[in-house]
């Protein structure tokens, strides 16, 4: 089975930005597609959200910095990251599942296709 790609992660100073893009080949459409992050020793976390109606939802620690956008007709996900901070490093991995039930709650339980991740970090 074709597989969820994540690309665009990078090494970036503090401040700087990064666009990070998903493609999901392998199933038609999708209800929700997200973006989640894990640090060293942290729990995987939702950072962005995107519903097939459009309707967005951020983390906290994001609102204002981060944009989702995409297209789940065809399966795409992007993530624009500006203002980088230390904290915003980890792994940054894509979901995909065909239920919008929920999306926007950005829940690990919630989604059934997942990447391999792509590395972010920021320097200080």
């Known amino acids: 089975e074709v597989q969820v790609m994540e690309s665009g992660g990078d090494s970036v100073q503090a401040g700087g930005s990064l666009r990070l893009s998903c493609v999901d080949p392998?199933?038609?459409?999708?209800?929700?597609m997200a973006w989640f992050r894990q640090a060293p020793g942290k729990e995987r976390e939702g950072v962005a959200a995107l519903r097939s109606d459009g309707r967005t939802s951020y983390a906290e620690s994001v609102e204002g910095r981060f944009t989702v956008s995409g297209d789940n007709t065809v399966n795409t996900l992007y993530l624009e990251m500006n203002n980088l901070k230390p904290e915003d490093t980890g792994m940054y991995y894509c979901?995909?599942?065909?239920?919008?039930?929920?999306?926007?709650?950005?829940?690990?339980?919630?989604?059934?296709?997942w990447g391999q991740g792509t590395q972010v970090t920021v320097s200080s």
């Open positions: 392998g199933r038609t459409s999708s209800g929700c």
């Open positions: 979901a995909a599942d065909h239920s919008s039930a929920r999306c926007l709650e950005r829940r690990t339980s919630m989604f059934d296709y």
